[in-house]
């Protein structure tokens, strides 16, 4: 892989900094939006911050099993389980000071977050690199490197602060996972990927438009997606970002508690 940027360089000599002192939009909301915070935006977000899981690890562990068995998530050896369970108590821990989440219980955790990166880790193949874009929290790409430990996962978030926090948690956990404080645009300046994973970062129209000129630096993206995936694909097939573009529906799986799918897309320009 080639080197890292200036930009990179300078992120990871200062990562306090970085999360001091950023000025980047609320982690709360989409990259692409930004927010004016005042009082009531403050108050707001106390009233409504989610409930946080009290237990210890081997509590959380129990919650976690229960929780996944009826989804017939069955699979995951102990290591990863144990891998899991730190990981949710890193995220749930740093949550407290940065909004990463509102899935700080064992249920949502499952039912949101694992159910969606362990259906994804089934579609990618032995070998791959990928590359989790807009990461947030680090889902799906953290959960895909520890269900697949034979992959290698990359992250990158525009904003510095959420990069930051991901940083530190990969390394707690061991996990050789690179985290860029920079955008999908910036980093495919410099790497090449098989596979791009999405999550959480915004409608099909945006992410088409901020890989328009770089299709030819990976082979697909895999974007899980709500009920609306329809109308954003008739939006981005009306304003011609999908031209040449194969999209295709890889999975689909309940929602706990809901009457909604979730989807998995592919999408792919087609070589030749």
């Known amino acids: 892989m080639l080197e890292l940027t200036s930009l990179s360089r300078s992120f990871y000599k200062n990562p306090d900094k970085n999360?001091?002192?950023?000025?980047?939009?609320?982690?709360?909301?989409?990259?692409?939006?930004?927010?004016?915070?005042?009082?009531?935006?403050?108050?707001?977000?106390?009233?409504?911050?989610?409930?946080?899981?009290?237990?210890?690890?081997?509590?959380?562990l129990v919650q976690l099993h229960l929780f996944a068995e009826p989804l017939g998530i069955n699979d995951i050896s102990p290591e990863s389980w144990n891998q899991v369970a730190e990981y949710c108590?890193?995220?749930?821990?740093?949550?407290?000071?940065?909004?990463?989440?509102?899935?700080?219980?064992?249920?949502?955790?499952?039912?949101?977050?694992?159910?969606?990166?362990?259906?994804?880790?089934?579609?990618?193949?032995?070998?791959?690199?990928?590359?989790?874009?807009?990461?947030?929290?680090?889902?799906?790409?953290?959960?895909?490197?520890?269900?697949?430990?034979?992959?290698?996962?990359?992250?990158c978030d525009s904003v510095a602060k959420k990069a930051t926090v991901m940083t530190r948690v990969v390394d707690h956990l061991q996990l050789k996972i690179p985290v860029y404080p920079l955008s999908v645009q910036k980093v495919l300046e410099d790497f090449r990927y098989d596979t791009l994973t999405a999550r959480a970062v915004g409608p099909l129209i945006r992410l088409c438009t901020w890989l328009q000129d770089d299709w030819h630096k990976f082979r697909r993206l895999l974007a899980i997606k709500g009920p609306k995936w329809v109308e954003e694909r008739g939006e981005a097939r009306h304003k011609g970002v999908l031209k040449n573009i194969e999209l295709r529906r890889v999975a689909a799986y309940t929602m706990p508690d809901t009457e909604s799918e979730s989807t998995i897309l592919q999408l792919l320009r087609p070589r030749g």
Not at 25 to 44: Q, R, S
Not at 106 to 135: M, Y
């Open 19 to 60: 999360l001091q002192n950023s000025d980047d939009a609320d982690p709360a909301i989409d990259n692409g939006a930004e927010l004016a915070p005042d009082a009531g935006n403050v108050i707001a977000n106390i009233k409504t911050r989610p409930p946080m899981f009290q237990g210890d690890a081997a509590e959380l």
């Open 89 to 155: 108590l890193q995220v749930w821990s740093w949550n407290q000071s940065i909004n990463l989440t509102r899935h700080t219980t064992p249920e949502l955790f499952v039912k949101r977050d694992l159910l969606d990166a362990w259906h994804l880790a089934k579609l990618i193949e032995p070998n791959e690199e990928i590359l989790d874009i807009g990461t947030g929290g680090g889902v799906p790409g953290v959960l895909v490197a520890i269900l697949r430990p034979d992959v290698q996962v990359t992250l």
